[in-house]
Each structure stands twice: as structure tokens, then as C-alpha cells.
């Protein structure tokens, strides 16, 4: 059930990520750390959504959670035959990643190798803050991109837990949506600190002969009420009016929405079942066809979704290429 919204709080900034010096990453491919390049950031955030679905289907979990619609009812033994059909199927999808997710086995035998080379790159950042916690206003939180070493537990994609929210998976994701979020502000003229720092203020209004793609054009509600600028980069006119508009008339606390968008891939706890949470990007930020919303999301903000059956359209698009069951968005008129 939806929360009506309670006094609104000074807005967060982006998620503090959990450090352990004594862990590394065991796997080569998957270590999105220190890589500069988005579509590079996005193959392997692609490549462990696939392997943490992989794994859900082994571990037993219900394949009708997780099966198009469109396809039959599957087997006594998920195990078996789930799994297979859905390994099939991804390794059409994304045949940059064949030589990747076919064996396994692969990856525990370079787990070692990378073990050895990697003790030499202890990291020596500070101690970050509780993941489980709101994010707090410090600077390192507010860093555009990651640091530290990543919890051991966290490499092996799996079930989402709220034990662990910002397992490794969580982290890339929400890299590259912030990363996506920085690109769009600057479409915009607004500036990355002031991203970050998730300034109120109401959007500028851009100059003649700006070249701005047409996804991000702001409605006037933009220019007219004070909001975090991570608003501002949704490539959906009628979602941001939406948001703005629940806002202005009190059926949406703007800070809570705000902490939902910017804790992008953190596992929470929605309806009793982990789940990830915010939006995920995969490609090209300013196209809407890149964007996916996070079922998360869908349940919690389901009223902000009137009128953006074509942003459900492109999230199932993306949640059909994993074999995952589409997502029906009810009608609803106001939060709770």
C-alpha cells in the first residue's frame, strides 16, 4: 500500500556504498570498477542481471514470477527446464555476452587468479556510512561515481536481499543511472554538483537555439515549482508532470520520492519480498526505449504512472529479453 505523504525532509544525496578493505572482487569481467565507459558499465550490468535471474531460477523460485507471459507453463523441475529455456533465450538477446555467461565455471577459475593480482590494490578509503540507513549529505555520498572494495557476498549474483541492499549489482546499476541522470542535467544547464546535492530549485529555462533532445523538453509545471533536478532528468514529459503535479497538491512527499530515485537499484523491502528498487538505465540516457522502471517502483508509485503506458511498454520490453513476466500497472488516482 502507498503512504500519503508526511512533512517534507530536506532531500537526500545519492546513496553512500558500503566498503570492506578486506574484499575483492573475484571475477575479471564483472568488475565494472574504473571503467569510464557507460556502454562498457551497462554490457556488465546487463550480464549480472541475467546470471542474479539465472540463479533465482536454480535456487527454485517460482517460475511464474519470473516467465513471460507468452510462454507456456513450465516444468515440474524449474531447475531443469526453466533455467535452460530462459539461458537459451538471453544468449540470442545479448551475443556480446556469449563468451561470457557460457561456462560458468569459467569465472571460479579466474576468481583466483584475480584474488592474487588484486592484493596489491588495497584501497584506503574512508569508512562509508551504513548502506541500510537514508543517505546522509556528506560529500563522499555525493561523489559521481564509486569507491572501496566490495563485500565478497556481493559478487556472486543471486536472490536480492535486504540483508545486503547494496550488493554489487545494486552498485552498477545505480552508477549508471546516475551517470545517465548527470548526462540529461546537462542537456538541461544544470550542473552535476547541483545534481548531486539534489538542490531545489524550479528548471531553467534553456536558450534559443538550444539543441535539447525532445524527451527532456520540461513542461511549465518544470519551470513554475521549486523540485530536485533528478526529476528532471526522467526522458518522460507526462511522468514528470505527474510527479510534479502529486507534489504541488500534496499527494506525494517529494523527499521520499526523491531518496526512492537516488537509492536506484538498492534491494528493499516491498510487500514482505526483496526487491529492487528505482529506475534502471541500459543505453542511450535521453531515449526512453533505455529506461526501465523497477517493479519496485511500479508497486510503490503506481499512481504517478497514469499516461506512461508507453514507459511500461519499454520496461517490459527489457523485462521480456530476461524471460521475466510483464508488469500490469493498476489505476490509481492519488498516493497514499
Known amino acids: 500500500m502507498l503512504q500519503r505523504s508526511g512533512q517534507s525532509k530536506p532531500l537526500p544525496a545519492s546513496p553512500p556504498v558500503p566498503s570492506d578493505p578486506g574484499l575483492r572482487i573475484p571475477t575479471t569481467n564483472e568488475n565494472w570498477r574504473g571503467k569510464n565507459d557507460p556502454a562498457e558499465r551497462r554490457r556488465i550490468q546487463n550480464r549480472l542481471n541475467q546470471r542474479a535471474f539465472r540463479e533465482r531460477q536454480r535456487a527454485g523460485e517460482s ?3 519470473y516467465s513471460s507471459r507468452d510462454k507456456p507453463a513450465a516444468s515440474k523441475d524449474p531447475r531443469k527446464k526453466t533455467a535452460s529455456d530462459s539461458e537459451k533465450k538471453q544468449d540470442r538477446d545479448t551475443p556480446e555476452d556469449e563468451s561470457e555467461d557460457e561456462d560458468e565455471d569459467e569465472d571460479d577459475e579466474d576468481s583466483s587468479d584475480e584474488e592474487e593480482d588484486s592484493d596489491s590494490d588495497e584501497s584506503d578509503d574512508a569508512e562509508q556510512s551504513n548502506p541500510g540507513s537514508p543517505p546522509g549529505p556528506s560529500p563522499a555520498a555525493a561523489r559521481p561515481h564509486f569507491t572501496g572494495q566490495i563485500p565478497r557476498a ?3 549474483p543471486s536472490t536480492p536481499s535486504t540483508e545486503n541492499p547494496w550488493d554489487e549489482l545494486a552498485q552498477l546499476i545505480n552508477r549508471n543511472f546516475m551517470q545517465a541522470a548527470t548526462t540529461n542535467a546537462q542537456h538541461l544547464g544544470v550542473s552535476p554538483a547541483s545534481l548531486r546535492a539534489g538542490t531545489v530549485a524550479v528548471t531553467p529555462r534553456q536558450r534559443n537555439g538550444v539543441n535539447l533532445p525532445p524527451t527532456l523538453k520540461p513542461v511549465e509545471l518544470q519551470h513554475q ?3 530536485d533536478p533528478i526529476i528532471d532528468t526522467i ?7 505527474n510527479i510534479l503535479r502529486a507534489i504541488a497538491t500534496g499527494n506525494l512527499d517529494a523527499a521520499r520520492f526523491s531518496a526512492s530515485l537516488r537509492r536506484s537499484g538498492a534491494v528493499l523491502n516491498v510487500q514482505n519480498e526483496p526487491r529492487r528498487s528505482g529506475l534502471i538505465v541500459w543505453n542511450f540516457p535521453e531515449q526512453l526505449a533505455s529506461w526501465e522502471l523497477s517493479e519496485a517502483f511500479v508497486m510503490t508509485w503506481a499512481f504517478l504512472l497514469e499516461g506512461c503506458e508507453d514507459f511500461v ?3 517490459n520490453a527489457w523485462r521480456n529479453r530476461r524471460g521475466e513476466r510483464a508488469l500490469v500497472v493498476a489505476s490509481r488516482s492519488s498516493g497514499r
Not at 235 to 241: D, E, G, S, T, V
Open 313 to 315: 511498454a519499454a520496461t
Open 235 to 241: 526522458p518522460h514529459a507526462r511522468l514528470r508532470f
Open 63 to 65: 517460475t511464474k514470477e
Open 225 to 227: 515549482l521549486p523540485h
Open 154 to 156: 556481493a559478487c556472486t
